[in-house]
């Protein structure tokens, strides 16, 4: 068994990235290779094979390494996971990161781990997903006028991502707002993390951002007008972590309501 990350190219399904595909090394090339970006299939790629914070590299490349007791038979992807979903969603949802032995193990966001089988079962309910399960890159799954990203693209140590490397990560979720704007209606946002984090780029984006920024809650909504005369509407998500489903603190009923809302002002949009 081939232990370590997957390098680009080699065959792993879904792989965005090729062999020749520009690697970030710093913020500034993250902003460069982001800003520059053609498509968004080369931006998705280069989101995968970003090297820009070391921290984040060898913690991710270590969990590939060593990986969980229960999957030591399995390789792992150990890159950072690029958005994914539909190129001209009307909803897209966003959370903090990868979870070490989730998306950093599968190669696709919120897959392979509780807090992706919980997102997942409510997506298929409100007909945004086509299964109810998301297990790995490759398995058939795809999003249904939708699309997932997160606002830090490797798997950090704990699940706490510095503010530097939040800001170093930001283009990468910039880049993408502004690709997928003219069809893009929702935004629902998991987690507090996600909901500050968002703020910047939303302004990048081109979207009028109150002032005081309103306070992140499950089901806040804020209305944001864009630059073309769009209105983006951005939902508030309690995160489907295990501790939170576990406690009750979130449960299916409860995220079905937010994505029943998220299709109601999408389309309504």
Request: proline share 9%; with cysteine.
């Amino acid at each position: 068994m081939v232990t370590g990350p997957v390098a680009p190219g080699t065959g792993w399904p879904e792989d965005p990235a090729t062999r020749d595909t520009p690697v970030a090394h710093n913020a500034v090339e993250v902003r460069d290779l982001a800003a520059t970006a053609p498509s968004l299939a080369q931006l998705t790629a280069r989101q995968s094979v970003c090297r820009a914070c070391p921290r984040l590299v060898a913690w991710r490349e270590e969990v590939a390494t060593i990986r969980r007791k229960s999957f030591q038979d399995e390789q792992y992807w150990g890159r950072p996971i690029a958005g994914w979903g539909v190129p001209a969603p009307s909803i897209l949802i966003v959370g903090l990161a990868p979870a070490a032995h989730g998306g950093n193990r599968t190669g696709r966001v919120f897959t392979g781990d509780r807090s992706g089988d919980f997102l997942f079962a409510s997506l298929y309910r409100n007909g945004l997903a086509s299964q109810p399960t998301s297990v790995s890159a490759g398995d058939g799954q795809r999003l249904i006028g939708s699309r997932v990203a997160a606002v830090v693209r490797c798997a950090p140590p704990a699940n706490r991502p510095t503010p530097d490397e939040r800001d170093t990560c930001e283009p990468w979720l910039t880049a993408e707002l502004r690709m997928i704007a003219p069809s893009l209606r929702v935004i629902v946002c998991l987690g507090g993390f996600a909901w500050q984090a968002l703020w910047h780029a939303l302004e990048r984006t081109g979207h009028a951002v109150p002032r005081p920024r309103p306070a992140f809650g499950h089901g806040a909504e804020v209305e944001l007008p864009r630059a073309d005369g769009a209105n983006v509407l951005l939902i508030g998500c309690y995160h489907p972590s295990q501790q939170n489903t576990f406690t009750g603190r979130v449960t299916g009923g409860m995220l079905d309501a937010i994505f029943a809302r998220a299709r109601s002002a999408a389309s309504a949009g």
